[in-house]
């Protein structure tokens, strides 16, 4: 038996990097179908075929995850389609080029904060609804190391960050007895596209930061997602309010 045999799976975020590599061990690990959702058609597409190739049947869906009308609308066409949403692993995000404090501007901080934590809200909210009038479910939502510990020069980021775990620990505590489980994934610096890139504007925080990684070597996607999936399984049953933080061990030291 795979680890969510069964499973109907939303997974945002999934065009890529971690959503991408989840998607991919939910298909292998026996979920029923796994909805593949990104902003960007191209990565959705790609992915679909990966799960495929892992064994799984996917959909893709193109959504802007900061639009309530079409995050609500994504629930129904899951719940329609299948008639249940079993599991879900809110993961969209982005990243920002570091720079001081007093040198964020409105408008770098509003979209931070609307894609990293108002989208998880969004999510989190009609997820629950379908999940209450069903009688079941388990959600995953990506914070990050810089849930727990600030990241410098990102203090929207970190701002966002933390929101995440709030959310996270405020459903989980409302939801206690009531068959749904809420959990977060705290990865680390992981290789993505979205570190990549924030990597490349300036070198020397690239080899600053990978100085700091265990073993001096950014952490795997699949890595997190295998975290994310465990967390959505029966085997975490007994698993709700967690802040799981998974960077090979660098936070603690």
Known sequence: MGLVDGKVVLVTGAGG??????AEIFGAE???HVYVVDVKEDGAAETVGLVQRA???ATALVVDVTDEGAVADM???VVRDHGRIDAAWNNAGINDVSRPFHELDLDSWNRMI???LTSVFLCMKHEIAAMLAQGHGAIVNTSSGAGIIAAPGLPHYTAAKH???GLTKAAAQELNGRNIRVNAVCPGMVDTPMIQSWFSTNP???NAVLATMPGGKLGRPDQVAQAAVWLCSDR???VSGLSMVVDGGGINR
């Open 30 to 32: 026996g979920a029923e």
């Open 163 to 165: 929101g995440v775990l």
């Open 114 to 116: 609307a894609v990293n």
């Open 236 to 238: 975490a049953d007994w």
């Open 17 to 22: 990097g971690m959503g991408r590599a989840g």
């Open 55 to 57: 064994g799984g049947t």
């Open 204 to 206: 020397d925080l690239a």
């Open 75 to 77: 629930v129904q066409r």
